[in-house]
């Protein structure tokens, strides 16, 4: 499998080499993190191509795409080191870089933790009588959601809630809306 994952070395710039924890993933076959998808063969090579055309200044090599919008994980080399950066794709030169990290290990770390705070993670199910009360009570650690949840009840109606929001006297509380 992983031949099929990873760019044919003939493909890739001279000086980059995979790290070895892409490898392992690779090996293991664990490629899909929500809302991260690790791209592969075709689509991988026409990714790479689309980009060296559209950012000509830069020496990337993608890995990963996000599900839910333009963004891609790449490794960039420079002159002395190999970095990890997210291009938000398509965007205008210049405008493109997200973010940098100084390893695969550090983005992939962050790509854990956005697995885990994906939308289907904030899906509560709750008796009926509680679901209001989830308007203004409910927190994670002691911090309110900063994304919607949908509350799935015992009569299956959906409810989804909106980000805690304060209101001029500093009063925190959700925006409800039916599904």
């Known amino acids: 499998m992983m031949e099929a994952v990873l760019l ?17 993933l690779a090996e293991l076959e664990l490629l899909f993190f929500d809302p991260w998808d690790t791209m592969t063969g075709e689509s991988l090579e026409v990714r790479m191509s689309g980009l060296a055309d559209r950012y000509p200044d830069r020496n990337l090599v993608p890995f990963a795409r996000r599900e839910d919008n333009d963004d891609v994980a790449c490794f960039e080399i420079l002159n002395d080191r190999q970095i990890v950066v997210l291009i938000h794709d398509f965007a205008s030169p210049g405008w493109e870089g997200r973010r940098e990290f100084d390893s695969f290990r550090e983005r992939f770390h962050i790509a854990v933790e956005e697995m885990f705070d994906s939308s289907e993670l904030n899906r509560v199910i709750l008796p009926r ?48 809306h039916p599904a």
């Open 8 to 24: 044919d070395q003939r493909l890739l710039p001279k000086r980059f080499k995979y790290p070895p924890e892409l490898l392992r």
């Open 129 to 176: 009588a509680n679901a209001g009360d989830l308007l203004t009570k409910f927190s994670i650690n002691g911090s309110y959601f900063n994304a919607p949840i949908t509350v799935v009840t015992s009569t299956h109606v959906r409810e989804t809630l909106h980000p805690v929001r304060r209101n001029q006297r500093g009063v925190t509380r959700a925006d409800h």
